[in-house]
């Protein structure tokens, strides 16, 4: 470091003493955390290191700052400025600085982008913030034999729980020889305490302390400790050994096991108490892929950015290119539109749907009337035969009740005591209602779904006997409490059923409510979600140090919890994967996902199209993407959509990114000239095909894509294709017949869709579906087709 800032003539250091001075103003001292991307070729060979380079480099910026400050006091620079640095799927670092020093960094030689760190959230339905759900969990695709076991997971996310029987590593082979990764030892987390199954572990702090100081450790580990619970769930949804018998408070019981279950774990922590800092998680892919995983598994997202401003989207380019396979959860958005995450077409976003289990726990009223509801309370039920008094606990108001929070202290045990109490979702976490209304001296909880909630169902291991109800159920609950008190004798009365765990529910698969939809808010062209996986009331491994309600007050500990969210159908896509990657290690991470893709179904358990949850309708391409996945298919997919990194250049090329975004994502450099010829954004080979018609009074508008197919089945093979146009569109595919001579092969088409304008108010648009299957006869290999109508304003 001695050569740092005493070399003012640098280069380096010399053009980042060229700062203007009007841009570091000490107006805005303020630091936040910026990830900046270098140009590698640019460092001057004086420094022996990228790193020596950086941080000679941000001493300068930052004292040039402090000179011109100098009256000012300014808090001496912390002891390494450098937060991160990148080198494998990323060039660059990350450091704090104010706004004026990351915009005179901007517009240096050598820098190709300075990109504001974002803070990222995990993808569970815990969080208050997100809606709730159902069930699902489809274990075991295979054996456990040696399958998969020299594969590698990698689990971004809150740390692991190391010691569950679901990481375990009884049988397992010696760790792979191409293993590079490291046990990162911490409070409470040994060197040892990896084995032959989680055979990894590191944590990053660096942004996360950065933007919040240090972190307490009374309340989180600093190590790859799990102090949330979170990661350790979505590592053993991957990859977890086979446990019996396993349950959660008496619910879901039978065996737990991961998708993969012999594939190995290595698990990188990200997520702290205040969330995932960007600066942590591209830490996190750098190690994970420089150590040697095959795939990464991310169940946290944020807001949608360019590609070029996003941190899960840049590392996730360098896995692809590095041939690593990243699936991540697509967000508890939903029920709305345009709110699916993660959405980089070298991601594969996956959305989240139903099983066939549930946990009925009904409501009766004093009228009769009995409601249906779902619940993980495990404790003493309420006396049969009885019913309790019932209120809600919002004010009567000029137009009915105001709604009834349950939040911290607001509700007088006088009025509690002894009572069922109507609590409404919002604000604080579902268990943390019922905590409330316990501790006013309540004797149950019914939770109501607000209206955006809509009528999915999301199971909680609550502290009282509880259970929620959607939203129409609640106004029906309300109103006859309302009603009830209208009378001067009759006073509202209820109890809660609990029926256990149901299974062969049907309809199975539905999409859960909370699971975010689409379109693509970046890309329109490109559907996403990919395609949906099990993410409602996931049975899966939980730590010690957690209660499973995840309340700090609850002292209940599990071996297992059940939890929902895109969180949980993420790591399922992550193990198969693995899966898949295991039985065709020449596979690309594209040609994974086509796979995954082309043989997902898209109806449910009676046959028919799989439904919305939160509006008992059918639901969408923009639900559900290329369908459910089906472990077994994918396997054996006959043809897969394959992609290479320059297809990808040509994709963000398309996308009218300038070269010098392009170059923030990708390593090499960007030329576009060849991929403007070559077409348009929808020709990128996805094995979902959608377009975006404007209208502009046109009657009649068509367009076209190129596809190119793999055949990785038999060597010699016909597929014949088979449209179902969408409606008001006609499809025609060129050739019709492909005829494959040798595995291996590729074999080119085209599509072109034409599409009559519909009759659209300005502004508004509609959404119509098809699709293209190729068939052998053995394998069919099914594409979605998307055509949406634009009315412009
Ligand atoms: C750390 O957290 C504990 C438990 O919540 C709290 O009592 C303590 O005051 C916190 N310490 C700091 C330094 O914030
Ligand atoms: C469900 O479908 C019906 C009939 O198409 C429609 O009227 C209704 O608005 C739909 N409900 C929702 C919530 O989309
Ligand atoms: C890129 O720019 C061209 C020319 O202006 C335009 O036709 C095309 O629609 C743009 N593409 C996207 C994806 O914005």
């Known amino acids: 470091m001695a050569i740092s800032s005493n070399l003012p003539l640098l280069p380096a250091a010399l053009f980042l003493l060229l700062l203007p001075t009007s841009s570091v103003l000490a107006t805005e001292r303020e630091r936040k955390t910026f990830i900046v991307r270098v140009r590698p070729d640019a460092k001057p060979s004086i420094f022996p290191t990228h790193q ?25 620079p912390p002891p390494s400025l450098l937060l991160h640095t990148y080198s494998t799927v990323f060039h660059g670092f990350s450091a704090q600085l104010t706004v004026s020093q990351a915009h005179a960094l901007h517009s240096f030689p050598g820098i190709l982008a300075v990109i504001p760190e974002q803070v990222r959230q995990l993808h569970t339905t815990r969080s208050p913030q997100f809606l709730g759900l159902k069930t699902s969990d489809s274990a075991g695709l295979l054996k456990e034999s040696d399958f998969g076991s020299d594969l590698v997971i990698a689990v971004i996310d809150t740390g692991i729980w190391p010691e569950r029987k679901s990481f375990d590593d009884r049988d397992l082979g010696p760790v792979p020889p191409k293993w590079k990764g490291a046990c990162v030892p911490g409070r409470d987390f040994l060197a040892t305490s990896c084995n032959r199954k989680l055979i990894g572990a590191r944590y990053f702090s660096n942004g996360y302390e950065a933007t919040n100081g240090k972190m307490n450790e009374t309340t989180e580990y600093r190590s790859p400790r799990d102090s949330d619970g ?95 396979f990243v699936s991540a959860s697509a967000g ?12 980089a077409p070298w991601v594969t976003t996956v959305a989240a749907g139903t099983i066939d289990r549930d946990f009925p726990a009904e409501v009766k009223l004093g009228n009769g009337k009995v409601i249906p509801g779902t619940s993980l309370y495990g404790g003493p039920a309420l006396a049969p035969h009885k019913l309790y008094p019932l209120i809600y606990a919002g004010s009567e108001g000029s137009d009915g009740y105001s709604s009834s929070l349950c939040l911290e202290n607001s509700l007088d045990p006088k009025a509690v005591e002894g009572k069922l109490v109507l609590c409404d979702r919002g604000i604080n976490s579902r268990a943390s209602k019922g905590e409330v209304v316990k501790k006013a001296g309540g004797i149950g909880m019914i939770l109501a779904n607000g209206v955006f909630d809509g009528e999915g169902l999301v199971a909680d291991c609550h502290v009282l006997p509880a259970t929620a109800v959607g939203a129409s159920s609640g106004d029906e609950i309300r109103k006859y409490i309302l009603s009830e008190s209208k009378k001067s004798s009759a006073t509202a009365t209820a109890t809660i059923m609990f029926r256990g765990t149901r299974l062969n529910v049907s309809p199975a698969p539905v999409v859960a409510s909370f699971s975010a939809r689409g379109p693509n808010p970046e890309t329109p062209e490109i559907l996403k979600p990919d395609l949906i996986a099990p993410g409602l009331n996931i049975l899966a491994a939980w730590p010690d140090g957690v209660g499973p309600s995840g309340l700090p007050s609850d002292k209940r500990r599990t071996e297992f919890n059940i939890l929902s969210g895109t969180s949980m159908a993420c790591p399922h896509v992550s193990g198969l994967a693995a899966l898949l990657k295991a039985a065709h290690p020449e596979w690309s991470p594209a040609a994974i996902r086509s796979a995954l893709m082309t ?14 949850e939160s509006s008992g309708n059918s639901s969408t391409v923009m639900d ?57 954004i929808g020709n990128l080979n996805y094995p979902s095909l959608s377009v975006v018609f404007q209208q502009y009074g046109r009657h009649k508008m068509s367009t076209h894509f190129i596809r190119t197919v793999t055949n990785v089945g038999d060597a010699n093979s016909v597929y014949k294709a088979a449209v179902t146009p969408a409606v008001g569109t006609s499809v025609t595919v060129q050739p019709d017949k492909l005829t494959f001579r040798r595995a291996g092969q590729k074999l080119n088409f085209l599509v072109r869709v034409e599409a009559e304008a519909v009759k659209l108010s300005p502004g508004s648009s509609s959404l119509k579906s098809g699709s293209l299957v190729w068939s052998d006869g053995k394998h069919s290999v099914r594409s979605p087709i998307v055509v949406t109508m634009q009315q412009p304003l």
């Open 52 to 76: 020596h380079w950086y941080e000679s480099s941000l001493t300068s910026l930052l004292s040039s700052h402090d000179s011109t400050a100098a009256t000012t006091t300014t808090p001496p």
């Open 230 to 324: 979170h990661g350790t769930h979505t590592a053993s949804i991957a990859a977890g050994r086979y446990v019996f018998p396993a349950s959660t408070l008496g619910y879901a019981r039978g065996v737990a096991a991961g998708m993969a279950p012999k594939a190995r774990l290595a698990a990188y922590k990200v997520c702290w108490n205040s969330g995932c800092y960007d600066s942590d998680i591209l830490a996190a892919f750098d190690a994970a892929v420089a150590d040697g995983v095959d795939v990464i598994s991310l169940s946290v997202g944020g807001v949608v950015v360019p590609y070029y401003l996003d941190a899960i989207a840049i590392g996730a380019f360098g896995a692809w290119e590095a041939g690593v």
């Open 332 to 343: 508890n958005g939903g029920p709305g539109g345009l709110t699916v995450t993660n959405v």
């Open 599 to 612: 043989t997902a179904y898209t109806v449910d358990n009676r046959g028919e199209t799989m439904l919305d």
């Open 624 to 680: 559900y993407g290329a369908g459910h996945v089906h472990p077994q298919k994918a396997m054996d997919p006959g043809l897969v959509f394959d992609l290479t990194t320059y297809d990808y250049v040509d994709f963000l090329c398309n996308s009218n990114y300038t070269v010098k975004n392009i170059q923030a994502i990708t390593r090499k450099k960007a030329d576009c000239s060849g991929a403007k010829r070559a077409g348009h």
